[in-house]
C-alpha cells in the first residue's frame, strides 16, 4: 500500500516559519484529495488543510499555511508561516486517489514552536 512520506518538521521559534513536504510514491495526478492533519499528545488528529476539490483550512490557520503542489515532484507542500506554539504537533500527510474509498497516511513530521 502506498505511504506517503513527509519532511520538513523541526523546531522553530516564534514567528519562524517551515515549509513541510509529502512525498508520494508516484504520481499525484490521480490524487482526488489530500491534506495535512495536526495531532497533539491525547487529542485526535485535526484537518489543518486540505479537501477533495475545494481547500479547507482551519480558522487558527488561516492566512499562515497554504497547501500546495509540485506534480512533477509528485510532493504536496504545506507552507507554514508566522507559527505559533498552538502550531506544535504531529503533522501527518495524508492522500486518496481516484477509484480508491480510503486514504493513505505518512508516518508523520514533528513541529514543535517555542516561544
Known amino acids: 500500500q502506498e505511504k506517503p512520506v513527509e519532511s520538513g518538521g523541526g523546531l522553530v521559534q516564534a514567528g519562524g516559519s517551515l515549509r513541510l513536504s509529502c512525498a508520494a510514491s508516484r504520481s499525484i495526478f490521480t490524487v482526488n484529495s489530500m491534506g495535512w492533519y495536526r495531532q497533539t499528545p491525547g487529542t485526535q488528529r485535526e484537518l489543518v488543510a486540505g479537501?477533495?476539490?475545494?481547500?479547507r483550512v482551519q480558522l487558527s490557520v488561516m492566512g499562515r499555511f497554504h497547501i500546495s503542489t509540485d506534480d512533477g515532484a509528485n510532493t504536496i507542500y504545506l507552507q507554514m508561516n508566522d507559527l505559533r506554539p498552538a502550531d506544535t504537533g504531529v503533522y501527518y500527510c495524508t492522500l486518496r486517489r481516484y477509484g480508491r474509498t480510503s486514504y493513505t497516511w505518512g508516518q508523520g513530521t514533528q513541529v514543535t514552536v517555542s516561544s
Open positions: 479537501g477533495d476539490g475545494r481547500t
